[in-house]
């Protein structure tokens, strides 16, 4: 139990996590999109402490592991506690949009922070494609 609060407390190690499950959702949700046939969004919290999965409507998706949304809130989950959405940058929105093909809709970079460490997540318009690196 003690090597967790260490091994997450790292920073390159915590914000690599949050960047990966960031990556992994938003693959989840295009999926999604294109099984239902309809256009998804990940949306994004102006605080910069999570995202939210939904319908172009605002209806919140199901979480892809259990019951409930399908939200990440980095400032109340204990072991992303300090990473923060920095900056985005979308076409015209505040949210990453697949459309009913999984095509995503527009290019998309999300910076993640945590303490001195930064991830930009890059998504390709069209094929949706997710790139992680580094931005220090």
């Known amino acids: ?17 949050a960047a990966q ?6 693959q989840d949700v295009q999926n999604r999109a294109a099984l239902r046939n309809e256009r998804l ?3 994004f919290d102006i605080s910069g ?8 409507k605002g209806r919140a998706l199901r979480s892809p592991v259990g019951p409930g949304t399908f939200t990440r809130r980095y400032d109340i989950d204990a072991v992303f506690r300090g990473v923060q959405v920095r900056r985005t940058s979308f076409q015209g929105s505040n949210a990453v949009a697949f459309g009913r093909m999984g095509e995503c809709l527009w ?3 999300i910076e993640l922070a945590f303490k001195d460490e ?10 949706g494609g997710v790139k ?4 220090n």
């Open 107 to 109: 290019s998309a970079q």
């Open 49 to 56: 402490g999570g995202y939210d999965a939904v319908t172009a």
């Open 118 to 127: 930064v991830r930009v997540i890059s998504i390709a318009d069209g094929s």
């Open 1 to 17: 139990m003690v090597g967790v609060p260490w091994w997450f407390g790292r920073a390159d190690v915590t914000l690599e996590a």
């Open 21 to 26: 499950l960031l990556a992994d959702d938003l």
């Open 41 to 43: 969004e990940v949306r």
């Open 132 to 135: 992680i690196s580094s931005s």
